[in-house]
């Protein structure tokens, strides 16, 4: 059997088009269409993002925050005043408004089991630490003697989501409250957590632990992607022990500075790549996004042009970042198809070694990788000028000697052959993408 972890993760997240409001039969389309057109090329995993145990998240004014934000309300002495669909050992339970399969206790199960069903896996997003509800009731942490009140941390708090409160590993009870978490998760069938408010502004190195233990303990494979980013690059070796997946931007949207942004964060954290340990730059905000002006300004088509989709996904790939797409997919461009159904593209992110960057001026990056198995060369030659100009890779410097065969991963077509040097001509933001063979 294939190692889950072997590879970076491929999939879809319901955030950059649905913010907290997806419901069942939406993501049930998703599913049919990954299944459908995508699964094929490696996209995998289908994710529900935050909130999904509240029935109408964001339904009502919130001036402190953007429009539909999904903080909820409490009374003065902390007594929550909207629905929450929460067991009797303080674990958030999907809302049955939106998820009407969840009924009568049955949880996620039946919606993994239709997402394993069609070939996919499926995941979920959480908030670190236990619900003020949890907190506010003292509700029992199972199997313990211990309540909610004993663990949580009432003043550690995200400070962009008031849900919950912090755990703290300390406290006896405290491990068995995340360890009742994953193997609720596990008897859901749950394939990929994401767990959020981890690492920025404050790194939550006592909780990060306690996930990973219960995710060992739970007796299922799942993934742990850890946001929001920046990750700190001094944590490097703890979240390569920990995590298989973690954010090192903040929130990554449709626009060239926070590409250009990505470059350097990817470029730091190049040398932590590891099989099953992967720093991600976050999801991939292409196609229709932001429905109905949530999570991140209007409803729109990516605002990204057509050279800097080709320069995301080229940089996503050849660093290694796990690929999680962000639209709906209902809607996809044929264009932005024809990128992500690109087989050798993906083989890039999917398969190489020593993904690092080479080279940069003022105008230009270049990244290399290796293919273990052939031992070609990928080499990403990006333009990240105003002005369309040649992008230079020259082979003598990056150690290669003699002839090389050279083919456009994108076209999917041969190119001349070359010997001292690579250059491309490319437009303003642009990038391009090459497997060098030895002749």
Not at 404 to 428: A, Q
Request: glycine share 8%; net charge negative; charged share 25%.
């Amino acid at each position: 059997m294939t190692d889950p972890f072997s590879r970076p993760m491929m999939g879809w997240n319901s955030f950059d088009a649905f913010d907290s409001r997806i419901n069942e039969q939406e993501f049930r389309e998703i599913v049919d269409y990954m299944a459908d057109s995508l699964l094929e090329y490696g996209w995998e995993y289908a994710v529900i993002d935050y909130i999904w145990w509240h029935p109408s998240p964001g339904d009502w004014s919130n001036p402190d925050k953007r429009f539909g934000h999904p903080n909820i309300r409490y009374a003065p002495d902390g007594k929550p005043l909207d629905p929450t669909t929460i067991d009797e050992f303080g674990r958030l339970l999907p809302a049955v408004e939106r998820f009407p399969s969840s009924a009568g206790g049955k949880g996620f199960r039946p919606i993994a089991d239709y997402v394993h069903s069609k070939g996919l896996k499926f995941g979920i997003h959480v908030m670190r630490g236990i619900h003020r509800y949890a907190w506010y009731y003292d509700l029992p942490i199972k199997g313990t003697s211990y309540k909610a009140g004993e663990i949580s941390e009432i003043t550690d708090t995200c400070n962009w989501c008031n849900h919950m409160f912090g755990v703290d590993s300390s406290k006896a009870g405290a491990q068995e409250y995340y360890n009742s978490l994953f193997e609720l998760y596990a008897s859901w069938g749950v394939d990929f957590v994401k767990v959020d408010d981890m690492m920025y502004p404050r790194y939550h190195q006592g909780e990060i632990e306690m996930i990973r233990k219960a995710i060992d303990a739970c007796g299922r494979p799942i993934v742990l992607s850890l946001s929001c980013g920046d990750a700190p690059l001094d944590k490097a070796q703890h979240l390569t022990e920990n995590a298989n997946m973690w954010r090192v931007s903040a929130d990554f949207w449709d626009n060239w500075g926070d590409l250009r942004r990505n470059f350097d964060l990817l470029a730091e954290w190049a040398q932590y790549i590891a099989p099953g340990a992967y720093p991600d730059a976050d999801m991939l905000p292409v196609g229709l996004i932001s429905l109905d002006g949530r999570p991140h300004g209007p409803e729109r088509y990516s605002k990204l042009t057509l050279p800097e989709h080709y320069t995301l996904f080229t940089l996503w790939m050849i660093s290694k970042s796990p690929l999680m797409l962000g639209a709906d997919l209902r809607h996809l461009p044929a264009n932005v198809f024809s990128m992500i159904s690109n087989p050798e593209v993906i083989a890039v992110n999917q398969g190489s070694i020593n993904n690092r960057e080479v080279y940069r001026d003022e105008r230009s990056v270049v990244w290399q990788s290796e293919d273990p198995e052939s031992g070609a060369v990928y080499l990403a030659l990006f333009n990240i000028s105003e002005e369309t100009c040649d992008v230079r890779a020259n082979l003598r410097e990056l150690g290669f000697r003699g002839r090389y065969s050279v083919r456009d991963l994108w076209l999917r077509s041969e190119i001349d052959e070359v010997k001292n040097e690579i250059v491309i001509n490319l437009e303003p933001h642009g990038a391009g993408l090459y497997k060098l063979v030895k002749k």
